[in-house]
């Protein structure tokens, strides 16, 4: 267990914080989990806090912070100690269309010799986001694939419905 929690990173829908403890210090509390060396933790949590553009909130409580900074802690949770695994949950929800973008750039930076998978509602989310794009319906894969081979897939299907209606 120990190895997998090295391993792995995990952004849930609903961001689990706690209220009385700083950005620093969640970032500091999720490095010993994850087994970041003590020598090591101040370098990945200003990392951290500089790739998402909250080193001026280290300080600031978790209860205190918007609702996109909340989620944008929850990423960084999810990323820090170098995750290889990392589940991402509607990282993006309640979040501004700049801060939505700016959290696409993280996500795109973090990519490299990692496993990152991503649940969306966003077709554009998905579409720039993702190597290989799953769609679900009421918990069953309908097909899988490349963002090129989804659009043209679906491309056909009106002109093939059209035909089989006739």
Not at 88 to 99: A, I, K, Q
């Amino acid at each position: 267990m120990v190895e997998v929690r090295k391993h792995l990173g995990l952004c849930p829908q609903d961001d689990i914080l706690f209220p009385k403890l700083t950005v620093s210090e969640h970032l500091y509390f999720y490095c010993v989990i994850k087994g970041v060396p003590s020598q090591k933790r101040t370098e990945e949590i200003n990392k951290m806090l500089t790739a998402c553009d909250l080193i001026h909130k280290r300080n600031e409580y978790s209860e205190k912070l918007s609702g996109g900074m909340k989620r944008k802690l929850s990423i960084m949770i999810a990323f820090v100690g170098g995750s290889k695994v990392v589940i991402l949950d509607e990282p993006t929800s309640g979040m501004d269309p700049v801060s939505r973008r700016a959290t696409w750039n993280l996500i795109q930076q973090h990519k490299e010799d990692r496993t990152i998978l991503l649940t969306t509602h966003h077709m554009d989310e998905a579409d720039i986001l993702g190597d290989r794009i799953a769609i679900m319906v009421l918990g069953t894969l309908q097909c899988c694939g490349s963002s090129v081979f989804l659009k043209k897939l679906y491309e056909l299907i009106p002109s093939f419905l059209w035909l089989y209606t006739m």
